[in-house]
């Protein structure tokens, strides 16, 4: 079984201060750990992911993630926040959920506010 | 083309009316799903199919039927639906279903049942 726990359900930075987004999962199984950003009424689209591979993951639009394992946590970074990173955050991670079949398990998500 | 593309981005329908939204991807992948979400909510899976073929069905009422005619495109058929299946759709695709890749979405059809 996997889960994930998204810590905040809204944030609020003032722009050009730091962003951090908290996320913990729980997995059976190796997960593959994701972050999705959605703007209203839009798709998701990919921050960045972490495959087991470097545990400090860069990503897109000066976003970064540190999968810590002994902390069972992937939190979201970013040093400067910009208006335009207003949005809802969805922290997802993957795994096999027995036999060959997985799903991406999404969090209840995080809105982001940034003010000028 | 790093695109999926979903058709109508915008659906109201009777609750008699048979409509089908319509999902197409040109990026190989051979992985496709369809998501539902409600507002203020995350997506929830629907369906999963892999090569074509359905993988997993989240126990969705039938008046749900999806369809996948080829690799690159994904259909759902929407019959007799209800006023709580008001929701955002969301197609997405993957290169193939293994959990070490990232799902491609989709804009959207925003459905209105009334």
Known sequence: AQSVTQLDSHVSVSEGTPVLLRCNYSSSYSPSLFWYVQHPNKGLQLLLKYT??????????????EFKKSETSFHLTK?????????EYFCVVSALSGGSNYKLTFGKGTLLTVNP | DTEV???????VMGMTNKKSLKCEQHMGHRAMYWYKQKAK??????FVYSYE?????????????PECPNS???????????????????CASSPAYTPQVEAFFGQGTRLTVV
């Open chain 2, 72 to 90: 690159s495109l994904l259909n759902l058929h929407l019959h007799a639906l209800q006023p709580e299946d008001s929701a955002l759709y969301l």
């Open chain 2, 41 to 46: 909510k995350p997506p929830e899976l629907m």
């Open chain 2, 5 to 11: 593309t979903q058709t109508p981005k915008h659906l």
């Open chain 1, 79 to 87: 040093p400067s926040a910009h208006m335009s990173d207003a949005a």
């Open chain 2, 53 to 65: 073929k359905l993988s997993i069905n989240e126990s969705v009422p039938s008046r749900f039927s």
């Open chain 1, 52 to 65: 087991s591979a470097a545990t400090l993951v860069k990503g897109i639009n000066g976003f970064e993630a």
